[in-house]
C-alpha cells in the first residue's frame, strides 16, 4: 500500500473520468464551489472540528474502511455534533488502502472506455444504425447508466455497467457474419419468390454491413436481370401446368441462362428433364412392342436402343430387345424355312438342303429343319444319280451300269410323288435304259485284204462291206494287214440316229515289209 501526503490536494474528492458515452457532462461546477466555500466557517471553531474529525478518523477505520473495501462508494459519516452546532465539518480523508483500490478502479474504467469508443467508432464505420439499431443503443444505454454510477462515485458498479455496455458491443460486433447470412439469406429468398424489391433492400443492407462482400454484390446483380428470368420461368411453369414439357423445358432453360441460380426454374427444370425422360422412355417401349407385333424386329432393336439409353439401369429395355432379337431370329427362321420349302417345290434340292443346313446350325432342335435336311439330302443325291445316268446314256448298255440304272430308277418310283422334274427323270431314265438294250445297225466297209475286229464285240474278218446290229454304246474297231500299219476307228453308235457308217482299210505299208 502506498502512503499519501495529506496535501489539500488529495483531500479533494475523485471526480469521475473525463470520458462520457451519451455526450452529457462528466460534473456539475455547483457542486465545486460548495466545496470551496466550507473551510472559512471552520477557523472558529477549531478544537471542535479536531475532535470530530479524530472521532469520525477512528469510527471510520474500524467501521467505513470495512464498507469502501466491500463497495467502492465512499460513506460519509453525520455525528450530532453537526446536527447540533450546524457547523460543516471538513471531508473525511480516505485511507492509502482505500485510495489504491480507487484509482486502480478508474483506470480499468479508462481501458474499457477505450475498448468501447474505439468499438462504437468500428460499428459506426459499418452504419450500425441501419442493421441493428436497438441493439447498439441499448449498448449504449448501459454505457450511459455507467456514467451516472461513476459520477456518484460508484465506481464498481460503474465498471460493471462499462464491461456489459462492452460486452453489448462486441456480440453486436460478433453477430456481423450470421447477420450478413441472414440478409443475403432473405434477398436469395425474395429472388426466388421474384420480389425484386425485396431482394435489392436485402443484398443492399448485406453491402452496407460488409462493403463489396462477393455474394451481396452476385446477389444485386441478380435482381437486375430477375425481371425476364422470372418472366421465362412463369412461361415454363405455365406449360408445365399445361403438360407442354418440350416448351416448358426451352422457357426455363432460357430462364437459367439468364439467371443460372434462381432454384424455382432450378427445381421445375429438373422436374421437367425428368419427365420428358420418362415420356420419351414409355414412347420408345411402347414403339418397340409395335414394332415386334408388326415384325418389324430391327426397328423394334432401335426403340428399345434408346430406351435403354434413357434409362440404363431399367430392365425393360432388355427383356424387349431379348424379344426382339428373339423375333428376329424366328422370323429368319421362318424366312429360311419358306425359302427352303420353295426350293422343295421347285426341286431344286441343292439349294434346298444348303437352306435347310442353315436352319439346323441356328436350331438343331427344329424339327422340320431336320427333317428337311434328311428329305433333301436324299432327293439331291438321287438327283445327282439320275442326272449323271442320263448325262451319258450310252453306257447304260454296259450291264454293271445298267443293272445300277435299274435300281436308281426303283428307288425314284418309291417316291411315289408326281413332281414334274422327278416324273420327267424317270421318263427319261426308262427311256435311255430301254434304248441302250436295243441293236441298231452298223455298216462297215474294207478293202477284203484288212482283218477287222471290234473290241468287246468279235472278229468281223475281211469283206468290202458288213452290216452288224450293235447296242447303242462307244466301240472302238481295229484293222490289220500283213506288211501294213495297223488302223483303229472308234464309233459311237447312238439311238435316233440313221445307220452309222464305219470305213476301217490298212492302207500304209511298214517300210520294213516293202524292202522284203
Known amino acids: 500500500m502506498q502512503h499519501r501526503d495529506n496535501a489539500k490536494e488529495d483531500i479533494a474528492p475523485i471526480e ?40 469520525s ?44 483500490e480507487i484509482m486502480q478502479q478508474r483506470r480499468d474504467v479508462q481501458k474499457i472506455l477505450q475498448d468501447i469508443l474505439a468499438l462504437k467508432e468500428e460499428l459506426k464505420e459499418r452504419q450500425v444504425e441501419l442493421w441493428a439499431f436497438e441493439d447498439f443503443y441499448t449498448a449504449e444505454d448501459l454505457a450511459l447508466e455507467a456514467d451516472g454510477l461513476y459520477r456518484k462515485r460508484q465506481f464498481m458498479p460503474a465498471l460493471e455497467k462499462y464491461r456489459e455496455s462492452l460486452q453489448a458491443l462486441e456480440t453486436l460486433r460478433d453477430s456481423i457474419p450470421e447477420r450478413i ?15 425484386r424489391d425485396s431482394a435489392e433492400a436485402a443484398f443492399k443492407l448485406a453491402l452496407i454491413i460488409s462493403e463489396n462482400h462477393p455474394r451481396g454484390l452476385k446477389g444485386l446483380e441478380r435482381t437486375d436481370s430477375l425481371p425476364v428470368a422470372w418472366w421465362k420461368f412463369t412461361l415454363g411453369k405455365n406449360a408445365y401446368l399445361n403438360a407442354d414439357l418440350d416448351l416448358a423445358k426451352k422457357s426455363l432453360k432460357k430462364s437459367l441462362s439468364i439467371d443460372a441460380q434462381t432454384s424455382l426454374a432450378q427445381e421445375l427444370m429438373a422436374k421437367v428433364e425428368l419427365e420428358i425422360i420418362e415420356r420419351d422412355y414409355q414412347n420408345a ?26 434409362k440404363p439401369k431399367a430392365k425393360a429395355p432388355g427383356i424387349g430387345l431379348k424379344q426382339a432379337q428373339n423375333g428376329a431370329e424366328q422370323a429368319k427362321i421362318d424366312e429360311l424355312l419358306s425359302q427352303a420349302r420353295d426350293q422343295e417345290q421347285k ?44 448325262k451319258d446314256p450310252l453306257t447304260l448298255g454296259d450291264g454293271k451300269r445298267n443293272h445300277f440304272a435299274r435300281k436308281i430308277l426303283i428307288d425314284a418310283r418309291k417316291l411315289n410323288t408326281q413332281t414334274p422334274r422327278l416324273t420327267q427323270q424317270i421318263e427319261d431314265l426308262e427311256n435311255a435304259l430301254t434304248q441302250a438294250l436295243i441293236p441298231l445297225p452298223v455298216r462297215f466297209k474294207s478293202d477284203r485284204s484288212t482283218s477287222v475286229t471290234i473290241y468287246h464285240v468279235g ?5 468290202d462291206q458288213r452290216e452288224i446290229a450293235l447296242k447303242p454304246g462307244r466301240y472302238t ?13 472308234e464309233f459311237i453308235v447312238k439311238p435316233g440316229k440313221p445307220v452309222t457308217e464305219v470305213v476301217i482299210q490298212c492302207a500304209e505299208k511298214i517300210n520294213g515289209a516293202n524292202n522284203s
Open 16 to 55: 469521475p473520468a473525463e470520458f462520457t458515452f451519451g455526450g452529457e457532462e462528466a460534473h456539475s461546477p455547483k457542486a465545486t464551489n460548495n466545496r470551496t466555500n466550507k473551510p472559512k466557517k471552520e477557523k472558529s471553531y477549531g478544537p471542535i472540528i479536531i475532535g470530530t474529525v479524530m472521532l
Open 57 to 100: 478518523g477512528l469510527v471510520g477505520v474500524f467501521w467505513g474502511l470495512p464498507q469502501m473495501v466491500e463497495k467502492p462508494q465512499i460513506r460519509s459519516v453525520h455525528t450530532d455534533p453537526i446536527a447540533a452546532t450546524g457547523i460543516h465539518p471538513p471531508p473525511v480523508q480516505a485511507s492509502p488502502y482505500t485510495d489504491a
Open 181 to 195: 447470412e441472414i440478409h443475403l439469406a432473405e434477398g436469395t429468398r425474395a429472388l426466388d419468390k421474384g420480389e
Open 285 to 310: 417401349m411402347s414403339a418397340g412392342y409395335a414394332s415386334i407385333a408388326d415384325k418389324s424386329f430391327e426397328a423394334a432393336k432401335k426403340y428399345f436402343n434408346q430406351a435403354r439409353k434413357l
Open 347 to 390: 426341286e431344286d434340292w441343292h439349294k434346298a438342303l444348303r437352306s435347310y443346313t442353315t436352319l439346323v446350325k441356328k436350331d438343331a432342335s427344329l424339327v422340320a429343319a431336320v427333317t428337311g435336311k434328311a428329305r433333301a439330302t436324299a432327293r439331291a443325291q438321287l438327283d445327282d444319280q439320275i442326272q449323271d445316268l442320263l
Open 459 to 463: 472278229r468281223l474278218g475281211n469283206f
Open 477 to 489: 474297231a481295229v484293222g490289220t494287214r500283213d506288211g501294213y500299219r495297223d488302223v483303229r476307228r
